[in-house]
C-alpha cells in the first residue's frame, strides 16, 4: 500500500522562501502554531518535517482504512482478479529453437482497469544445460526495458524453481510484463495453456478472465515486435493479478487535501497531548490542544463525508458488488 499521494499533498513552510500559491500549508489550519511542530522534535524525530511527515502518514493511513470500511459490504475492493501459473511441462524434450531471437519466455497481458498490481510469486526453468541462467522481467509494451533480473541454479533436464518477490502496479488500462531468458539457450518443451472462467457483477457485463487477462509464449528481438508462440521457453510463472484500492484512491488524491490536512492536524494534536517533553504546548495547553483536535477530528469526518457522498466506484472487476474471487491453475 503506497500512499505517497497523500502524503505529499501538505508542506509545512520553512518562513523564509515564497508561499507556493497552489500548495496547501500546515499552518492554514485554524488555531495551529508553527512553534507546535518544533515543541515536537524530540527523539527520533529530530526536525519539523520529520514530525510532520509522520503525522502524515498516519492521517494517509487512516483516509485509506476510513474509506475501506465505507465500501467494504457494499462492494469486494480486494478481489484477486487473477490467480495462476503459466507454462507447464510435459515430456521431457527440446522446446522450439528461439536462437534467431534475444529472449523468449512468457507474456502476462491485462487489458482493462488501471491500477492493478501483478505478483509473480515464483518462476521455473527447464534448460538442457546445468549452470547459471540470468531471467529477466521486461516491460511488455517496451522489451528492452529491465524491470528486474534472477539467476537460476539451472540443473540439465531437471525443472528448477525460484521464489521470487516481484511487484508491478499499473498506471495505465493496458499493461504486462514478460518473463524471458536468452533466445539461444537450450530448453526443455515447456507450453501455455488458456482455460476461460467467467464471472460478473450485477448489472454489468459478464468478466471473462479470457476477456482482460492473456497469457502466452513469447519471442522478441531487438527493434522488433513480440511474438506470440505455443512455447514459453522452458519458462513457467506463478502469478496473481490484484485489485488495489491505494492505486484508485490516489487517481483522485487531491480530492483528499482538506481531509489530509484536517488529520494530520489531529495527528499532530495528539501527538502534543501524549508527549513527555516538557514544554509550554505540551504542558500548559493540554485543554485547548484537546479542543483543537476534537474540532479538527469532526472537520476531516465531515471533509471525508463529503467526498464519499459523491464519489462514484466504478462497477467493475476491482470494484463488484459480490466478490470476485478466482483461481486459475493450468498445470495438468
Not at 20 to 45: C, H, M, Q, S, V
Not at 237 to 251: F, H, P, S, W
Amino acid at each position: 500500500m503506497n500512499l505517497s499521494c497523500l502524503t505529499s499533498l501538505i508542506s509545512n513552510w520553512d518562513r523564509c522562501s515564497a508561499r507556493d500559491p497552489n500548495a496547501t500549508y500546515i499552518d492554514e489550519l485554524p488555531g495551529f502554531e508553527p512553534e507546535l511542530l518544533r515543541d515536537l522534535t524530540t527523539g527520533t524525530k529530530l526536525t519539523e518535517d520529520e514530525v510532520l511527515q509522520n503525522a502524515m502518514n498516519r492521517a494517509a493511513r487512516k483516509v485509506y482504512n476510513d474509506i475501506y470500511s465505507h465500501l467494504n459490504g457494499r462492494v469486494s475492493v480486494t478481489s484477486i482478479v487473477e490467480n495462476a501459473r503459466v507454462g507447464y511441462y510435459g515430456e521431457i524434450r527440446n522446446g522450439l529453437d528461439s536462437s534467431t531471437y534475444d529472449i523468449k519466455g512468457v507474456g502476462i497481458f491485462y487489458d482493462g482497469n488501471a491500477g492493478l498490481n501483478v505478483n509473480i510469486k515464483s518462476i521455473s526453468l527447464a534448460a538442457r544445460q546445468t549452470g547459471n541462467v540470468t531471467v529477466t522481467i521486461r516491460d511488455a509494451y517496451n522489451p528492452a526495458t529491465i524491470l528486474a533480473t534472477y539467476t537460476i541454479a539451472a540443473v540439465a533436464d531437471s525443472v528448477i524453481t525460484l521464489p521470487v518477490s516481484f511487484q508491478s502496479t499499473s498506471i495505465l488500462s493496458r499493461w504486462g510484463v514478460l518473463v524471458t531468458v536468452a533466445g539461444g539457450i537450450a530448453t526443455l518443451e515447456s507450453k501455455s495453456n488458456r482455460h476461460a472462467k467467467c464471472s460478473r457483477c450485477p448489472d454489468a457485463e459478464p468478466i471473462c478472465l479470457d476477456g482482460y487477462t492473456t497469457v502466452v509464449g513469447i519471442v522478441w528481438r531487438s527493434g522488433g515486435r513480440l511474438n506470440n508462440r505455443l512455447d514459453t521457453g522452458g519458462l513457467s510463472v506463478d502469478y496473481a493479478i490484484e485489485c488495489d484500492l491505494g492505486q484508485y484512491i490516489c487517481r483522485s488524491a487531491k480530492l483528499f487535501t482538506d481531509t489530509i490536512l484536517y488529520g494530520t492536524g489531529a495527528e499532530i494534536m495528539s501527538e502534543a497531548i501524549n508527549s513527555r517533553r516538557l514544554n509550554t504546548s505540551t504542558l500548559l495547553d493540554r485543554e485547548r490542544l484537546e479542543s483543537l483536535r476534537s474540532e479538527l477530528a469532526d472537520m476531516y469526518a465531515t471533509a471525508l463525508k463529503s467526498i464519499l457522498h459523491n464519489w462514484k466506484v466504478p462497477n467493475d472487476v476491482c470494484f463488484c458488488t459480490q466478490p470476485l474471487v478466482t483461481s486459475r491453475n493450468i498445470i495438468p
